[in-house]
Nanobody
Framework: QVQLVESGGGLVQAGGSLRLSCAAS????????MAWFRQAPGKEREFVAA????????YYADSVKGRFTISRDNAKNTVYLQMNSLKPKDKAVYYC?????????????????????WGQGTQVTVSS
């Protein structure tokens, strides 16, 4: 049973920073690609960032490119999302997601359906 537990959310002023963490358990973490999605009230869940199983390839939504950085520490079974220059429109619940299958392609990392495991989410609020 794969478990993903996010942490690090909170309230921050516009222009500030937060770092989200997602601790994974239940299988060999280093074999699986990971991603962050977010969902704002009344909107669909959207892709934010992804990193492949080897940590070599990363992919970002245009809306966060240059401001957010995804990384992973396979020794700690944890994936991170460093968020800088936060804007009020970044307010959402942020979800960690894990690939369904091991050694997934570095292509199509933003596709929702490739991720089969989800955390419970962590709230990020950005005040103007």
């Amino acid at each position: 049973q794969v478990q993903l537990v996010e942490s690090g959310g909170g309230l921050v002023q516009a222009g500030g920073s937060l770092r989200l963490s997602c601790a994974a358990s239940g299988r060999t973490f280093s074999r699986y690609g990971m991603a962050w999605f977010r969902q704002a009230p009344g909107k669909e869940r959207e892709f934010v960032a992804a990193i492949n199983w080897g940590g070599i390839s990363t992919y970002y939504a245009d809306s966060v490119k240059g401001r957010f950085t995804i990384s992973r520490d396979n020794a700690k079974n944890t994936v991170y999302l460093q968020m800088n220059s936060l804007k009020p429109k970044d307010k959402a619940v942020y979800y960690c997601a894990a690939d369904r299958a091991p050694y997934g392609t570095a292509q199509a990392m933003g596709v929702f359906s490739r991720y089969g495991y989800w955390g419970q989410g962590t709230q990020v609020t950005v005040s103007s």
